[in-house]
């Protein structure tokens, strides 16, 4: 099984929809994130968590909110959805503290905003 | 602010060859930086993690070097094959952000 899980790993919606996305990890790590990646842009950070009750804001995170339901559950949501969140969007973990701080991806999800 | 920047942006090369992707970054101060390969529509596999104290890291037939003096990084290839074929990225964890920062990524295509 998936270290890192994503669900859905597709998804088409409208514009105005609300939509989560959810990430699930069994590798046991405290930090968990949320990246967009977009042609030509490379990922850019949208939410990251250090354990359940810290969350924090990444680099482009209007329009976006999180939740993080337990260690091993991090939720992103877009209230409203509008086609320039169209992107491939994954989650991500990794172990607190230490020197490595290497980062395991889920498989992504590719969202679609019509 | 940390930018990361990965030339050529797409490589074609024949099997068997040995071959060296680029990435540069702007900021020195950093905390480790990472390779990932990426397959079309598949999620990030992480390569090789060098962290700041290190110069370089070998897994098989890659290597990773570092210099961060002159903010960059390379990531060698030894005797390329048509599975090598991927989007390979970059991503630079710099200190005091507790984020990494990451290139636009080496679309790279192995020919048999």
């Known amino acids: 099984d998936a270290d890192v899980t994503q669900t859905p790993r597709n998804r088409i919606t409208k514009t105005g929809k609300r939509i989560m996305l959810e990430c699930s990890q069994t590798?046991?790590?405290?930090?968990m994130y949320w990246y967009r990646q977009d042609p030509g842009l490379g990922l850019r950070l949208i939410y990251y968590?250090?354990?359940?009750?810290?969350?924090n804001k990444g680099e482009i995170s209007d329009g976006y909110s999180v939740s993080r339901q337990a260690q091993a559950k991090f939720s992103l949501s877009l209230e409203s959805a509008i086609p320039n969140q169209t992107a491939l969007y994954f989650c991500?973990?990794?172990?607190?503290?230490?020197?490595?701080?290497?980062?395991?991806f889920g498989p992504g999800t590719r969202l679609t905003v019509l | 602010k940390q930018e990361v920047t990965q030339i050529p942006a797409a490589l074609s090369v024949p099997e068997g060859e040995n071959l060296v992707l680029n990435c540069s970054f702007t900021?020195?101060?950093?905390?480790?930086l990472q390779w990932f390969r990426q397959d079309p529509g598949k999620g990030l596999t992480s390569l090789l993690l060098i962290q700041s104290s290190q110069r370089e890291q070998t897994s098989g037939r890659l290597n990773a070097s570092l210099d961060k003096s002159s903010g960059r990084s390379t990531l060698y290839i030894a005797a390329s094959q048509p599975g090598d074929s991927a989007t390979y990225l970059c991503?630079?964890?710099?200190?005091?952000?507790?984020?990494?920062?990451f290139g636009t990524g080496t679309r790279l295509k192995v020919l048999a």
């Open positions: 590798k046991g790590h405290d930090r």
């Open positions: 900021d020195s101060a950093i905390y480790n």
């Open positions: 968590s250090f354990d359940v009750k810290d969350i």
């Open positions: 991503a630079v964890f710099t200190s005091g952000t507790y984020k990494y920062i």
């Open positions: 991500a973990t990794s172990p607190a503290g230490g020197i490595r701080d290497e980062q395991f």
